[in-house]
């Protein structure tokens, strides 16, 4: 089993530059979240899915945009980058509810903004 | 949501026991306690959750209080392996609350060989 694989691992973007990063996995969950962590911080949602075409803001979607074409893929696009977007980004799944399941992260794409 | 407490750093030698603990005192009646481990340039890992009584999994157990203000991660036989950052935190089981995992600072483990 693959889990949760994010594609790049690592990009630099300069400003006003656009990107997809990609996410899909592989154990059927209709959950499936985006996230991003500063340096020394914690997690903060940027959007979620319930379900294949059905997906909603979290804490901070600004300049973020997301698609849920299928249940295996959830791609997150940036538009008009900006160095307050340099960070990592973390994909997720899980089976359920995230209270109550298990969720699987991915290995990360490390942003860069310049 | 409940916000956690937890200790900046603990230590551990190899094959000892660990017990790592988490304040939760304003946790509500619906929020799960969930911890979660991140080694460095890493993805977060799940490690286990629980509502109320005590649980236990391949990797670890989670004994959480009679009043639920707090809990304990117990690793059994502590590795090098499981030097990471643990962290705790309080998932409300409410509509809104889709996705929402908030992490605090966590506890830097270290293991010593």
């Not at chain 1, 994010?6 to 154990?27: N, Y």
């Not at chain 1, 911080?41 to 698609?67: C, F, H, Q, R, W």
């Amino acid at each position: 089993n693959a889990g949760v694989t994010q594609t790049p691992k690592f990009r630099i973007l300069k400003i006003g530059q656009s990107m997809t990063l990609q996410c899909t996995q592989d154990m059927n969950h209709n959950y499936m979240y985006w996230y991003r962590q500063d340096p020394g911080m914690g997690l903060k949602l940027i959007y979620y899915s319930v379900g294949a075409g059905i997906t909603d803001k979290g804490e901070v979607p600004n300049g973020y945009n997301v698609s849920r074409s299928t249940t295996e893929d959830f791609p997150l696009r940036l538009e008009l980058a900006a160095p307050s977007q340099t960070s990592v980004y973390f994909c997720a799944s899980s089976y359920s509810h995230i209270s109550s399941s298990e969720a699987f992260f991915g290995q990360g794409t490390r942003l860069t903004v310049v | 949501d409940a916000k956690t407490t937890q200790p900046n750093s603990m230590e551990s030698n190899e094959e000892e026991p660990v017990h790592l603990p988490c304040n939760h005192s304003t946790i509500s009646g619906t929020d799960y306690i969930h911890w979660y481990r991140q080694l460095p340039s890493q993805g977060p890992e799940y490690v286990i959750h629980g509502l109320t009584s005590n649980v236990n999994n391949r990797m670890a157990s989670l004994a959480i209080a009679e009043d639920r203000k707090s809990s304990t991660l117990i690793l059994h036989r502590a590795t090098l392996r499981d030097a990471a950052v643990y962290y705790c935190t309080a998932i409300n089981a409410g509509g809104t609350s889709y996705g929402k995992l908030t992490f605090g600072q966590g506890t830097i483990l270290t293991v010593h060989p």
